[in-house]
């Protein structure tokens, strides 16, 4: 992450600007994106970061014998979809909203929330919610698993494939 001293006041006049955007009447998923890309060229890989995964994800994923492109176009990161986390717009309205709070306040709210779990499409489509009691914890980001990919979650065969494969017993 690359939150320093310096970036944190600019950080919250972008957060009062933004709430000045909703409260003046803008299209709230369009400040919603905006509020968030910025946002997220100080979090960079660390974006959207699953911190679980279900079963079925594992299955799917380590199932050899469909295609390894096949396998992990039916992953999906999901904010909302495990009780007690919020989707990303609900969060983002929420924080541009609601009272008024200082960096210190809203900035941990955001980051806690802008954690996802790894799914499968067809839990996704069906809005299936977990409890993340029921889910497979991934390994700590500090060992660059699972990182943001740009527009998707990195699923490579050598890393993230080989740790699942090497844990499946585990979860299974």
Known sequence: MNLTEEIKPLLHKHYLNMRNAVQAGLNGHLVQKSFEELLGAITLTDSWRPTHISRLAVKTLTDQSIHYVLRTKQIRRAHGQVMGRIERYDRTIEILTGQCEPFEVWWPFFL??????????????????FDINDMIELPPWNENLFENGSKSIKIRKGAEISWLMENRNKFM
């Open 112 to 129: 806690e929330h802008d954690k996802t779990v790894l799914i499968t499409r067809s839990e996704h489509n069906n809005k299936v919610v």
